[in-house]
């Protein structure tokens, strides 16, 4: 099944261009329909662009509410026939109403091992921690910050030397790895879309 993905960005795109590569050379059956950035001039939409794939900026600040913003990714992802959605490095959350329009369908990568160092600066949290390796975890997405049911992990590890730019290069090539990876299972369906309501008991 070739998947349709719709990829939400907010600044350099290194998993978006691993996402395009993996497409171009075989590995991926999907489409990228479209890339949209909540912040303009993302060298990411200028990654989309070179590949043809459509670029579009929907500039959270330009719409009163969180609400608003997400009824406008929501028209723009539909329109272009979008059916997963990808996070791959947007730093917006997202509302329970964009949740529902992708049901189960939104996956977002993380670089740190959740449920340790969840939110910003995750490789300067497990620096500044001493942590001797971390990694990066693909997850589906709730309402949370980087709370989702995780799809899969791999470690990184943090070497004496290490600072955030080297850790940086090192857990880039993983995600890279590990977000084609999921894609994969996911186009040949061994992973399936999760919604979050069913991932979590019910009363009682
Ligand atoms: C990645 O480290 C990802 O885990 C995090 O944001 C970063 C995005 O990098 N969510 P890039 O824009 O894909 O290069």
Known sequence: MTLELGVLVSGNGTNLQAILDAIGSGT???RVRCVISNRAGAFALERAARSGVPALTIAHGAH???EAFDRALIAA???????????AGFMRLLTPQFLRAFPGRVINIHPSLLPAFP???AMKQALDHGAKET???VHFVDEGMDTGPIIAQRTVPILPADDESSLA???HRTEHELFVEVLVGIANGSIEPRGVASSRPGPG
């Not at 992802?77 to 996070?87: C, F, K, P, T």
């Open 169 to 171: 290069e090192r857990m």
């Open 77 to 87: 992802l539909r329109e272009h026939g979008a059916e997963w959605i990808v996070l």
């Open 28 to 30: 991926l059956d999907a």
């Open 135 to 137: 990694g990066c975890t």
């Open 64 to 66: 009163p509410s969180r």
């Open 119 to 121: 939110g910003v600066n």
